[in-house]
């Protein structure tokens, strides 16, 4: 098998198509999405609402199985291994910030943050330790204690981020990461997902309708009604393209 320093494309999506339901409410959620995730890269993926991004994203952690086409995450065929080895290769080569944050309410941020270091075998003290240098790193040095019905949205969102990067995955796939952000924290976030993208060599997947963040990327793609209808390449010499930015929530 390949590993995961060896490859520089993080995920290959290929025809993968997807439906939910059966018999005459079957919807096709996604129809033959091509897609290629580069290491060192951010990739972002923009679209209107119920396009199918969180579906796609899902099926690129490995918590959603497709019905068809091809799919490797680091030269690895997921369709090939079993649940129990996709659990472990996502706890470790993963970092997922969900749409809805997923916090555990009994946990305070800096317990939360701990939990995929914990997963791993990492010794309490330690993954805390690490913990709270990464709530740090989002600005929440004067949280760790607090339960996440003590925060606002926005110091949410930041924890979810910390848990996503605590355990230094290749791939950190997140669903909206700067929704609930303003401005300064939005370029905080920003900032730290291109450390780990272009100064770690990981790649980050960003699923997005946040136009202030657009110039981050390297690469765009907007999805429609389940395909993926353009990819533009970004960078100092083609600046995202204008319609884009009024990509918009139905
Ligand atoms: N488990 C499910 N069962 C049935 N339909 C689903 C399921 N998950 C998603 N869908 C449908 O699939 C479509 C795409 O959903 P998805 O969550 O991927 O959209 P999205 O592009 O992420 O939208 P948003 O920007 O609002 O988050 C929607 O029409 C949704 O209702
Ligand atoms: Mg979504």
Redesign the pocket.
Known sequence: MTSPESTQLAAHVKGIS?S??DGGSR?Q??KEIDLEVRRGDITMLV????????????IIAGT?VADAGELTVFGHDLRKMSTAAITRFRSRQIGFIF?SFNLIPTLTCAENVSVPLLIQGVGAAKAEKRAREVLDQVGLADRFKHRPSQLSGGQQQRVAIARALVHEPQLIIC??PTAALDAKNGHVVMELFEHVARGKDRAVLI?T?DNRIFHHANRIAS?DD?RVAEVHDVDANHPPPEHLKHVE?L
Do not use: N
Request: charged share 20%.
């Open positions: 997807k939910f339901g919807l959620v996604l679209g209107p609402s119920g396009c199918g991004k969180t579906t796609l994203i899902s959603l749409q669903d909206e699923v309708h999805m389940g929530r």
